[in-house]
């Protein structure tokens, strides 16, 4: 690899805007994250994208708020606008975890150091350019952006807040993966469009006064939801928004969305169909130096960089549909696949990298195994309204197939520098299960099952089941716990068969909505049968444009409008948490008292069986296990039923 110079990334100071002989700039970048110039991560795309199409193009990383404001001054006007996103995540998940405790560490931040990155970014950025440079656009974008463009609930202020144009005072929202919008605002700009008359483009938003003449586009049906003042005042009339929002923003053909806002509309146009093979290839093969900005080379390595330093993006969206999971909500459901020929030049620069020890740490997605995948008839695909394609059911039109991205690991896999790859994201189990996937080649599913176990993990495979009861699961829009158990069943073969010692991690929710304390207690019981000691956990965290996050706030499901129960509380979280962790000594009397208050003595006996307890009390020193020998499996007993989930005695 040559050695790069300082102009190899885009400008973030002066001094480096000099370098490049500039005397002025066309675009100026906003970042809440520090500047790595890798297509992971959203701004250097962004920046790279804008300086593809002829650009002068800076970036201003973590910009400082709490001094003179020097950062939102420093290098001027840009002559078409700035350009403001929050970072990779949204600030409130990066600053805070599903406590509302601030966190000790900024994965996008040089150490890890916190107090780089200000709560809601975008809108503090936002805010103070329109206050320092009042006549220059600001056009908002990101994850933050994305998923907060209409009107949301914010659990961190625990109130429903407006669309994100509002509290930003910006020009205009670019949702979703903003390649094809920009190109088209860019397109418009560089002909001498005023910004203030660009409202009309997909996948953009804008505020508009009330009375003003809404733009035509004859190609667009409208759809009017329920206003923002009315949202506040009626809990079940901001539920049955989302049905709308989610619906549209995962159809290629969808209506442009209009809402109320005070004294102003808020239009948010169509998105764009999903981009081609030949546009994603593109996007991931700008002159990306794949590194972070050299001045951070003092401050101590980024963590979010280190952990995808050597790994390779094969696609994006997701078509799961998590009730819990903003993914669709930004990537959409349809999923952009590169081709193998552009996934292989990336392995060949990453394995030419000088640091780079013959490891690749992930060979994904959001979601590993949908790469390639798409409806086998596209006119089905056109008329789709549904927000997952494998949820109840996969969609009889859903081409499934794994052998594309068998053969795209094995090609991998034959690059000289490379020892192994591997397959950090997350693998969608119920889709290698054939009782569930009914319409795919059995024999293929398990191809790909044994490539991955033999080749691409590293004495764990980890899968996300969620929960085992069956009514959660189906509003999660997650199958049923019973295919996990076949999914294991196939797991334990092949690691019998190949002479392996993997295990499989599975990863689990607790406090999600229609979550009661005995459906965590079925739970611990059927994990615990399973012969597991659950370590991968976590308590539900609403976020904005997710249906988990709507039932959260209002109670009432968007699509039925029936009401849901949901953990709110901190103890009821915490007691539903509590149950993961059965096998701690801490939790045991209380594990005893909840289970004999609500008559459930049958998972007590699973959970704290007395011989367990008798054997405790008296086990030899130095005796690190025990196993129950007299444990039946789940799975075959008479009494199974009693396990399920029910409704909570009361």
Not at 563 to 587: G, S
């Amino acid at each position: 690899m040559q050695e790069l110079k300082l102009s190899d990334w885009l400008p973030t100071t002066n001094k480096e805007v000099k370098i490049r002989g500039w005397d002025a700039l066309d675009v100026i970048l906003f970042s809440g994250d520090a500047y790595v110039d890798h297509p992971s991560f959203g701004p250097a795309v962004i920046g790279r994208i804008l300086e593809s199409y002829g650009l002068r193009v800076a970036l201003v990383p973590q910009p400082n708020v709490n001094d003179n404001l020097q950062d939102f001054i420093k290098l001027g006007a840009p002559k078409l606008f700035f350009g403001v996103t929050g970072g990779c995540m949204d600030p409130m998940i990066s600053n805070y975890n599903a406590n509302k405790k601030r966190r000790d560490k900024d994965a996008y931040t040089p150490n890890g150091d916190i107090g780089f990155r200000p709560d809601y970014a975008t809108t503090v950025y936002s805010k103070i350019l329109k206050e320092k440079w009042p006549d220059v656009p600001v056009l908002i974008g990101g994850i933050e952006a994305s998923l907060r463009r209409v009107t949301h609930y914010d659990y961190w202020s625990d109130k429903l807040m407006p669309t994100i144009l509002e509290t930003s005072k910006a020009d205009m929202l670019v949702y979703g993966m903003g390649e094809q919008p920009l190109r088209e605002v860019v397109r418009l700009l560089q002909k001498g469009v005023p910004f203030s008359s660009i409202t009309t483009i997909k996948q953009t938003a804008v505020l508009v006064d009330a009375h003003a003449k809404i733009p035509k586009n004859s190609n667009w049906e409208d759809v009017q939801i329920v206003s923002h003042e009315r949202c506040l005042k009626d809990k079940k009339a901001y539920a049955s928004n989302f049905k709308i929002i989610e619906q549209e923003s995962n159809k290629l053909a969808a209506r442009r969305i209009f809402q109320k806002v005070g004294d102003k509309t808020l239009m948010i146009n169509p998105p764009y169909p999903t981009m081609t093979e030949d546009e994603i290839d593109a996007s991931f093969e700008l002159p990306y130096t794949r590194l972070p900005h050299p001045k951070y080379n003092k401050r101590g390595p980024i963590p979010a960089y280190e952990m995808i330093k050597f790994s390779i993006n094969i696609h994006r969206g997701c078509f799961g549909g998590c009730s819990f999971c903003t993914i669709s909500a930004h990537q959409g459901k349809f999923i952009a696949s590169r081709s193998q020929e552009s996934v292989l030049r990336e392995v060949d620069t990453v394995a030419n990298m000088p640091d780079f020890k013959g490891y690749l740490s992930d060979i994904g997605g959001p979601s590993a195994n949908m790469y390639k995948m798409k409806g086998k008839v596209q006119s089905i695909c056109d008329k789709c309204v549904a927000p997952s394609c494998i949820s109840p059911v996969i969609c009889s039109n859903l081409d499934t197939s794994h052998k594309p991205l068998t053969e795209l690991y094995q090609a991998v896999d034959s690059h000289p520098k490379v020892k192994k790859s591997f397959i950090g994201s997350g693998i969608r189990h119920d889709m290698l299960v054939p009782e569930f996937n009914k319409n795919a080649d059995a024999k293929e599913l398990d191809d790909y099952t044994e490539e991955v176990m033999t080749k691409h993990v590293s004495g764990r495979l980890k899968v996300a089941p969620e929960h085992t009861s069956d009514p959660v699961l189906k509003l999660m829009r997650k199958p049923s716990f019973s295919y996990f158990h076949k999914f294991k069943e196939r797991f334990d073969k092949i690691n019998i068969k190949k002479g392996l010692k993997l295990q499989l991690i599975p990863y689990f929710i607790s406090n999600h909505p229609a979550c009661e304390v005995e459906d965590m207690a079925n739970l611990a019981a059927e994990t615990k049968d399973m012969g597991f000691q659950l370590e991968q956990v976590q308590g539900f965290t609403p976020t904005p444009m997710t249906v988990a996050t709507v039932i959260y706030y209002s109670g009432y499901h968007p699509y039925t409008l029936k009401k849901v129960n949901t953990p709110i509380t901190r103890k009821e979280k915490d007691e539903q948490h509590r149950f993961f962790f059965w096998y701690k000594d801490e939790n045991k009397a209380w594990i005893k008292k909840t289970l004999n208050k609500l008559g459930r003595q049958d998972l007590l006996k699973v959970l704290l069986p007395e011989k367990d307890e008798k054997w405790r009390k008296n086990k030899p020193k130095g005796d690190a296990k025990h196993t129950f020998d007299d444990a039946i499996p789940f799975n075959q007993r008479k009494n199974k039923a009693k396990f399920r989930s029910k409704k909570k005695r009361r």
